[in-house]
């Protein structure tokens, strides 16, 4: 009987040490759940930052921002620099003080830029530059091919002229993007002697400076076959001074860009002819991608460019803008 007692005993013991066991294993499991939902509601955070928020293209990058904070739970803070370098310097110092993950910079001057990049890449934040190289030390940068953009354009300019006429170029800001599209587009110019360059003018990539130098030029100037511009804002402006002098039927504009103005414009009919397309929404979601990858301490290539492509009134229908 006494042996029976012992036994119970001991078998009480054991279950309540069992028990136990299970309970604690249970706690931990909890925790570890508890944890695991704290690590997976914690936000990725991006800052973005662009040169004007006036410009379509750029509002484009807005809403590319705006599908990437959809598609990985993101907090994105979107910028306007308003083509102010101090200004987007201290939005870069403002990204690093609030501890952003990532940034995604669309740079206003690809060499002023360079100590922001800088203080960046030393606080351990990756920095993607989008439609265009930034000094500093960026990790990648995602852009159109605007070398084949530029050449695009020209292609299409030098085909309706039939390989002689005067010209004039409406130039824009100091970054690679814009002096890519100018080197692509003199790339082909330069085998037509025949085609001249009588004018040649900084639009500052809007319309309103665009409208003011092509008037100048357009006093200068009393016969303009064709005018190319680096965006379809100054192609806007562009096409105002033209219209204000009468001479809407004198010149044609090519551009680049695919706004939702150049649609308009090619489905309207007209002297606009033509713009080399973009796609600025695919460069925010792949330079997110990009710097996950860095963020991972996986190898990304230098530089990623998205193909262009040239629209016309005959293929307009069938271009899905932006």
């Known amino acids: ?72 739970n993101a907090e994105v803070t979107t910028v306007s620099a308003d083509q102010d370098l101090a200004k987007q310097t201290s939005q870069i110092e403002d990204f690093i003080t609030k501890k952003v993950d990532l940034i995604l910079l669309s740079p206003f001057d690809s060499a002023g830029i360079a100590g922001a990049v800088s203080e960046a890449k030393a606080a351990g934040i990756p920095v993607v530059a989008l439609d265009g190289f930034a000094e500093g030390g960026i990790d990648s940068v995602v852009m159109s091919d605007n070398v084949q953009a530029g050449k695009l354009a020209a292609e299409y300019l030098v085909k309706q002229l039939n390989g002689k006429g005067n010209i004039v170029i409406i130039d824009g800001p100091p970054v690679s993007a814009v002096t890519d599209r100018i080197k692509g587009f003199n790339e082909v110019i330069k085998k037509y002697p025949d085609i001249k360059v009588v004018a040649k003018q900084n639009g500052e990539g809007n319309r309103e400076k665009a409208l003011t130098v092509m008037e100048g030029t357009l006093t200068a100037n009393k016969k303009i076959d064709a005018v190319f511009t680096i965006n379809d804002e100054e192609a806007v402006g562009v096409q105002i001074a033209q219209e204000q002098a009468s001479r809407q039927n004198e010149f044609f504009v090519v551009s680049v860009d695919g706004a939702p103005s150049a649609v308009d414009a090619l489905k309207k009919g007209g002297s606009f002819a033509g713009t080399s397309a973009q796609f600025p929404n695919q460069m925010v979601i792949d330079g997110v991608a990009l710097a996950l990858k860095v963020i991972d301490g996986k190898k990304v290539d230098s530089k990623v460019l998205i193909p262009t492509k040239f629209i016309t009134k005959d293929n307009v229908d069938s271009y899905s803008g932006w």
Request: net charge positive.
């Open 1 to 72: 009987m006494k042996n029976f007692k012992i036994f119970n005993i001991v078998i009480l013991i054991l279950t309540l040490c069992f028990l136990g066991a299970c309970s604690n294993n249970e706690s931990a499991s909890n925790r570890g759940k508890t944890d695991d939902k704290s690590n997976t509601e914690k936000k990725l955070k991006i800052g973005l930052t662009v040169p004007n928020l006036s410009n379509p293209f750029f509002v484009a990058m807005s809403k590319g921002a705006k599908e990437v904070a959809s598609k990985y």
